[in-house]
């Protein structure tokens, strides 16, 4: 049988997380490009252009894309259509002076959200689930919550918890932890598509559990307002 020797395999799978957040830094760029911002692209042609804008493989191009979709750090989308699946942003805003950036989430379920992020907690902390954000419909934010009032509450929180302003105002793409429970990577709904490495059909033996319809999804616990 064969085995590693732990230090190793702890040493290298700490390369392959550093490589990973550098190609979603990489990734995010390209999106957050003026030209690109308020549309969404089909999935495998995203993939193909990030590949070749980036030098790199189709595969890691895909986990790349995989890795600025599903979290609360990120504003990339992905929204499944009638034929393809299409990611994107669909609108991001930049707050330099308050330290913090907004964007529209896009929740199955809940719909089209505004969402704004606390920067500082995006440069301070290693964990998606650190996170600090005011998003609609979550914790004491309605529903119809403005871009300015959910940047209140942001701006509440950093006043209260942060004691200097973030170096750069940017969503945190290398927070690949984000998408990680326990050192496993979960599906969801950014990194089921080509090179993944992820059955969505099958959850722990079993098939069937999820599927294109009902999709299982495991979430991280977040900071919210």
């Known amino acids: 049988?064969?085995?590693k020797d732990p230090d190793g395999l702890i040493e290298e799978h700490k390369q392959n997380q550093e490589l990973r957040g550098e190609l979603a830094k990489d990734a995010l760029e390209w999106f957050l490009?003026?030209?690109?911002?308020?549309?969404?692209?089909?999935?495998?042609?995203?993939?193909?252009?990030?590949?070749?804008?980036?030098?790199?493989?189709v595969e890691e191009s895909s986990t790349?894309?995989?890795?600025?979709?599903?979290?609360i750090v990120d504003p990339v989308q992905q929204i499944i259509g009638s034929e393809n699946k299409y990611v994107g942003i669909i609108e991001y805003h930049l707050y330099e002076d308050e330290g913090a950036y907004g964007y529209i989430d896009f929740d199955d379920r809940k719909g089209k959200r505004k969402r704004v992020v606390c920067a500082r907690c995006v440069e301070k902390y290693d964990y998606d689930e650190k996170i600090t954000h005011a998003t609609q419909?979550?914790?004491?934010?309605?529903?119809?919550?403005?871009?300015?009032?959910?940047?209140?509450?942001?701006t509440s929180h950093y006043s209260k918890d942060h004691t200097q302003s973030p170096?750069?105002?940017?969503p945190g793409a290398s927070l690949v932890s984000g998408t990680t429970?326990?050192?496993?990577?979960?599906?969801?709904?950014?990194?089921?598509?080509?090179?993944?490495?992820?059955k969505a059909d099958e959850v722990e033996g079993k098939v069937n559990l999820v599927d294109e319809n009902s999709r299982l999804i495991i979430p991280t616990g977040t900071d919210r307002f």
Do not use: C
């Open 1 to 3: 049988m064969d085995s």
């Open 33 to 57: 490009e003026d030209e690109n911002v308020g549309r969404l692209f089909p999935r495998r042609d995203a993939i193909q252009e990030l590949s070749d804008h980036m030098g790199v493989s």
């Open 64 to 71: 790349a894309i995989s890795d600025t979709v599903g979290d």
């Open 137 to 154: 419909g979550e914790g004491s934010a309605n529903d119809n919550a403005s871009w300015q009032q959910l940047l209140n509450k942001v």
């Open 167 to 170: 170096s750069n105002v940017e």
């Open 181 to 198: 429970i326990s050192g496993n990577e979960t599906w969801h709904a950014g990194n089921d598509g080509l090179g993944s490495g992820l």
